[in-house]
C-alpha cells in the first residue's frame, strides 16, 4: 500500500477525469490532424493552390502548439495525477504493459521528430518529399493509438488476461477493437472541427468554401461511422456495465449528454458539407469546440463509470485494493485478508498509535478506513462532488449500527461499490466515523463500546 492522497471538495478522481477529458483534445487532433493535412497538401499542389498551401501550414502550425504544447503538459498531468492518487494501480499498469509504453514512445519521438521537420521543411522541400514527412507522421501517430487503445481498453475489460497473466492476451481484449475503430473515426471528426475552426480565419472565396465542405466531410464521417463503432463498443461491455448505466442516474445522464452532443455536432458537419461557411466563422466554430468538450467528457464518464468498482476488472478495485485472487502471478485477494486480520495491521503507512482501535483513537481510526476505502470516489465534505456524508444521507441511514451492517453488503448486494476492507471493529469505527460527518446527523453517537465489541 502507498500513502492516501486526497483532493478536498472536487475528488482526485475529478482531476484526473478534467486532465484526461481535456487532452483528448491535442492528442485526437495530433492523431488525425496529418491525415486531413496530407489530403489537402495533395489537392494544393495539384491545383498550385497557394492560398490552400498556406492555410495548410498555418494548420500544421496549430497541431505544433496546441497538440504537442498543450497536449504534452495534460500528458504529463495525467501521469502526474495519475501518480500521486493511484499509484497502486500505475504500477500494476507498468509491470504490465512497460514494453507497450516504451513502443508508444518511440512512435511518439518520430512524432515529435516529423511534424517539426515538417512545418520548418514547407516549401523548402520537393512537394512529393514533404507529403511524405507528412505521412510517416500520421502513420507514426495512428499506431501510437493503436498501443495505446490496447492498454485503454485492458482497463475497461482484461479479458483473458485474468486466466494466463499474458501481455497479448489483456491487449487484444474483448472493447479492443471496437474501441480503436471508435477512437479512429472520433479522431476525423476532431480534425474536422479544429479545420473548419482553422478555415474561419480564412477570407472569403472558393478555398475556404472547400476547406469548410472537407472539414464537414470529415466530421460527419467520423461522427456516424464513429457513432456505429460505439455500438458495437457497447454491445462489448459486460453485463455489469450495462446495470451500471441503468442504475446510476450520472452515468445514465453523461451518456445521454454525449448522444445529444454527437447529434449535434453531425448536423453541424451536414450544415458546412452543405456551404454553411458562416458556420466556420470563430464567433460559431470556437463554442462548438467546447460543445465537442462537454460531449468528450460525457463519453469518458461513462467508461469511467462503466468499470466500477474497479480500476483493472477482476483484479484490482477504485481503491487500489487487490480485489480478487490473480493465481497465475500467485496474488492473493487482499479483501479477504484484511476483513479477517484487519487493514490498520497490514498498512505500513498508518500511525503506530491507530494500528490497534481504542476508546480514544476509534474516530480517528474509522477516518482513516473510510478514505483508504472511499476516497477514490467520494469526498468527505457536505458541500462536495460526490459527498460521502450527503449519500449517506441520502439513504436514510443515520444509525451507526444500521450504517455498519449497510457496509457489510457492498460488494455483493451494491456492485459497483468495492467490498469493504477491513474486519468487523474496522468496520464499526468506519460507521462511527461516517455518522458523525452526515450534516444534522440527529441519531445517537456511537458508544466506544459498541465500536470494540459490537452488537450484531
Same mark, same amino acid.
Given at each position: 500500500?502507498?500513502?492516501?492522497? #486526497?483532493?478536498?471538495?472536487?475528488?482526485?478522481?475529478?482531476?484526473?477525469?478534467?486532465?484526461?477529458?481535456?487532452?483528448?483534445?491535442?492528442?485526437?487532433?495530433?492523431?488525425?490532424?496529418?491525415?486531413?493535412?496530407?489530403?489537402?497538401? &495533395?489537392?494544393?499542389?495539384?491545383?498550385?493552390?497557394?492560398?490552400? @498551401?498556406?492555410?495548410?501550414?498555418?494548420?500544421?502550425?496549430?497541431?505544433?502548439?496546441?497538440?504537442?504544447?498543450?497536449?504534452?503538459?495534460?500528458?504529463?498531468?495525467?501521469?502526474?495525477?495519475?501518480?500521486?492518487?493511484?499509484?497502486?494501480?500505475?504500477?500494476?499498469?507498468?509491470?504490465?504493459?512497460?514494453?507497450?509504453?516504451?513502443?508508444?514512445?518511440?512512435?511518439?519521438?518520430?512524432? =515529435?521528430?516529423?511534424?517539426?521537420?515538417?512545418?520548418?521543411?514547407?516549401?523548402?522541400?520537393?512537394?512529393?518529399?514533404?507529403? &511524405?514527412?507528412?505521412?510517416?507522421?500520421?502513420?507514426?501517430?495512428?499506431?501510437?493509438?493503436?498501443?495505446?487503445?490496447?492498454?485503454?481498453?485492458?482497463?475497461?475489460?482484461?479479458?483473458?488476461? @485474468? #486466466?494466463?497473466?499474458?501481455?497479448?492476451?489483456?491487449? !487484444?481484449?474483448?472493447?479492443?477493437?471496437?474501441?480503436?475503430?471508435?477512437?479512429?473515426?472520433?479522431?476525423?471528426?476532431?480534425?474536422?472541427?479544429?479545420?473548419?475552426?482553422?478555415?474561419?480565419?480564412?477570407?472569403?472565396?472558393?478555398?475556404?468554401?472547400?476547406?469548410?465542405?472537407?472539414?464537414?466531410?470529415?466530421?460527419?464521417?467520423?461522427?456516424?461511422?464513429?457513432?456505429?463503432?460505439?455500438?458495437?463498443?457497447?454491445?462489448?461491455?459486460?453485463?455489469?456495465?450495462? #446495470? =451500471?448505466?441503468?442504475?446510476?442516474?450520472?452515468?445514465?445522464?453523461?451518456?445521454?449528454?454525449?448522444?445529444?452532443?454527437?447529434?449535434?455536432?453531425?448536423?453541424?458537419?451536414?450544415?458546412?458539407?452543405?456551404?454553411?461557411?458562416?458556420?466556420?466563422?470563430?464567433?460559431?466554430?470556437?463554442?462548438?469546440?467546447?460543445?465537442?468538450?462537454?460531449?468528450?467528457?460525457?463519453?469518458?464518464?461513462?467508461? #469511467?463509470?462503466?468499470?466500477?468498482?474497479?480500476?483493472?476488472?477482476?483484479?484490482?478495485?477504485?481503491?487500489?485494493?487487490?480485489?480478487?485472487? !490473480?493465481?497465475?502471478?500467485?496474488?492473493?485477494?487482499?479483501? /479477504?485478508? !484484511?476483513?479477517?486480520?484487519?487493514?490498520?495491521?497490514?498498512?505500513? !503507512?498508518?500511525? /503506530?498509535?491507530? &494500528?490497534?482501535?481504542?476508546?480514544?483513537?476509534?474516530?480517528?481510526?474509522?477516518?482513516?478506513?473510510?478514505?483508504?476505502?472511499?476516497?477514490?470516489?467520494?469526498?468527505?465534505?457536505?458541500?462536495? &462532488?460526490?459527498?460521502?456524508?450527503?449519500?449517506?444521507?441520502?439513504?436514510?441511514?443515520?444509525?451507526?449500527?444500521?450504517?455498519?451492517?449497510?457496509?457489510?453488503?457492498?460488494?455483493?448486494?451494491?456492485?459497483?461499490?468495492?467490498?469493504?476492507?477491513?474486519?468487523?471493529?474496522?468496520?464499526?469505527?468506519?460507521?462511527?466515523?461516517?455518522?458523525?460527518?452526515?450534516?444534522?446527523?440527529?441519531?445517537?453517537?456511537?458508544?466506544?463500546?459498541?465500536?470494540?465489541?459490537?452488537?450484531?
Amino acid at each position: 500500500m502507498y500513502p492516501l492522497f #486526497e483532493f478536498p471538495t472536487i475528488g482526485g478522481g475529478m482531476i484526473i477525469a478534467l486532465i484526461a477529458t481535456f487532452h483528448i483534445l491535442p492528442c485526437h487532433l495530433a492523431t488525425g490532424g496529418f491525415w486531413m493535412a496530407y489530403f489537402l497538401e &495533395r489537392r494544393g499542389h495539384a491545383d498550385k493552390n497557394q492560398e490552400l @498551401l498556406d492555410y495548410i501550414k498555418h494548420f500544421a502550425l496549430m497541431i505544433l502548439i496546441f497538440c504537442f504544447v498543450l497536449g504534452s503538459i495534460t500528458g504529463v498531468g495525467i501521469w502526474f495525477a495519475s501518480t500521486i492518487i493511484s499509484p497502486r494501480a500505475i504500477s500494476g499498469l507498468i509491470h504490465t504493459y512497460v514494453w507497450g509504453w516504451a513502443t508508444e514512445w518511440v512512435f511518439f519521438i518520430i512524432e =515529435i521528430v516529423a511534424i517539426y521537420t515538417y512545418y520548418y521543411t514547407f516549401g523548402k522541400v520537393a512537394p512529393k518529399t514533404h507529403m &511524405r514527412i507528412g505521412l510517416i507522421y500520421a502513420w507514426a501517430a495512428w499506431i501510437s493509438m493503436v498501443i495505446i487503445t490496447g492498454i485503454l481498453a485492458f482497463m475497461m475489460t482484461p479479458g483473458k488476461w @485474468l #486466466e494466463t497473466g499474458g501481455f497479448f492476451d489483456g491487449f !487484444f481484449n474483448p472493447t479492443y477493437w471496437p474501441q480503436l475503430f471508435y477512437r479512429t473515426m472520433m479522431m476525423l471528426a476532431i480534425s474536422g472541427m479544429f479545420a473548419a475552426v482553422m478555415a474561419g480565419f480564412m477570407k472569403d472565396g472558393k478555398t475556404q468554401n472547400y476547406v469548410v465542405k472537407t472539414a464537414g466531410r470529415w466530421g460527419l464521417a467520423g461522427m456516424v461511422l464513429g457513432a456505429l463503432f460505439a455500438v458495437w463498443y457497447y454491445f462489448k461491455l459486460p453485463a455489469t456495465a450495462h #446495470e =451500471i448505466l441503468a442504475s446510476i442516474p450520472y452515468a445514465a445522464m453523461m451518456f445521454k449528454v454525449s448522444l445529444v452532443i454527437g447529434a449535434v455536432m453531425a448536423i453541424y458537419f451536414a450544415l458546412l458539407i452543405f456551404g454553411q461557411t458562416p458556420l466556420a466563422h470563430p464567433v460559431v466554430a470556437i463554442p462548438m469546440v467546447f460543445v465537442l468538450f462537454v460531449g468528450i467528457g460525457g463519453g469518458e464518464s461513462v467508461r #469511467e463509470f462503466s468499470r466500477r468498482p474497479y480500476l483493472m476488472p477482476g483484479y484490482m478495485y477504485s481503491n487500489q485494493i487487490i480485489a480478487h485472487d !490473480f493465481e497465475v502471478k500467485g496474488i492473493k485477494s487482499e479483501v /479477504a485478508r !484484511f476483513q479477517k486480520d484487519g487493514f490498520l495491521q497490514s498498512n505500513y !503507512f498508518v500511525p /503506530a498509535d491507530w &494500528r490497534n482501535i481504542n476508546e480514544k483513537n476509534y474516530l480517528k481510526a474509522g477516518m482513516l478506513l473510510t478514505k483508504a476505502n472511499c476516497v477514490i470516489c467520494h469526498t468527505m465534505e457536505a458541500d462536495g &462532488r460526490s459527498s460521502l456524508p450527503r449519500l449517506i444521507e441520502r439513504i436514510g441511514i443515520t444509525a451507526a449500527a444500521d450504517l455498519a451492517a449497510y457496509l457489510k453488503t457492498i460488494g455483493d448486494d451494491y456492485p459497483y461499490m468495492p467490498a469493504f476492507a477491513g474486519n468487523d471493529v474496522e468496520r464499526r469505527a468506519a460507521a462511527a466515523y461516517m455518522v458523525s460527518i452526515v450534516p444534522n446527523n440527529e441519531a445517537e453517537p456511537p458508544t466506544p463500546a459498541w465500536v470494540l465489541n459490537g452488537d450484531e
